[in-house]
Structures are given as structure tokens and as C-alpha cells.
């Protein structure tokens, strides 16, 4: 059975930090493309960042830029979000998900990834 389980969210004040964990079982992680979404109550959900199979590739939306980073550990099978400088904007449930496509075409297209994890909520506010 294949599992992606997200870890690492909770409550910060604007302008902190927290890293987020994507712990994989069931698949071999370096096999596939990692990426992270958002998504707000009342909102679609929105790319965040991606990653490559092949660790050379790396994509983040305008709206991070800058302020976050995305890591992967292929030998612990765990992919990571360091979120700095948050913003309450920030605020929403962050899921990882995988896809084995090769190309980066479409990294923010939800429907395009074939597992998903539960989510952990960030919460910035003051």
C-alpha cells in the first residue's frame, strides 16, 4: 500500500519558520516527482513547490519565492518544505504528493499526481 504521510505543521508567528516532512512507504521515492500543495477553506488547492525525480529540477510558486526551499533525502524516502518568513496568507492545510512523469509540464496540475498524503496544517497568526 502506498502512503505518503506529511508532518512538521502547527501554529507560528508572522515571520517564522517550519519544516514540513513527506515520508513515503510503499513506493521507492527517488522513482518519482515530489510535489507540495496548499489548500485554504474555500479555496482550490494551489501548487507550492516540486521537485524532480533526479534532484536537478526544482519549481516554486511566485507566491514563495524566496522564502521557501524544497529538499529531498532519497535514501531516508522523505521530502521536505523549509518555509521561511511566513505570512498569514501562508495559512492553509500543505499536502506532498507523487507522480513518475518524467517532465515538469504541468507541475502544479493536482490531478496530474497519482498519490497524496492526508495534509498538516500551518497556521500563522499573531
Known amino acids: 500500500q502506498v502512503q505518503l504521510v506529511e508532518s512538521g505543521g502547527g501554529l507560528v508567528q508572522p515571520g517564522g519558520s517550519l519544516r514540513l516532512s513527506c515520508a513515503a512507504s510503499g513506493l521507492t521515492m527517488s522513482s518519482y516527482a515530489i510535489g507540495w500543495f496548499r489548500q485554504a477553506p474555500g479555496k482550490e488547492r494551489e501548487g507550492v513547490s516540486y521537485?524532480?525525480?533526479?534532484?536537478?529540477?526544482?519549481l516554486y510558486a511566485d507566491f514563495v519565492k524566496g522564502r521557501f526551499t524544497i529538499t529531498r533525502d532519497n535514501a531516508k524516502n522523505t521530502v521536505y518544505l523549509q518555509m521561511n518568513s511566513l505570512k498569514p496568507e501562508d495559512t492553509a492545510v500543505y499536502y506532498c504528493?507523487?507522480?513518475?512523469?518524467?517532465?515538469?509540464?504541468?507541475?502544479?496540475?493536482?490531478?496530474?499526481?497519482?498519490?497524496w498524503g492526508q495534509g498538516t496544517q500551518v497556521t500563522v497568526s499573531s
Open positions: 504528493a507523487a507522480r513518475n512523469r518524467g517532465l515538469v509540464r504541468g507541475w502544479s496540475v493536482p490531478n496530474t499526481y497519482n498519490y
Open positions: 521537485i524532480s525525480s533526479s534532484l536537478i529540477t526544482t
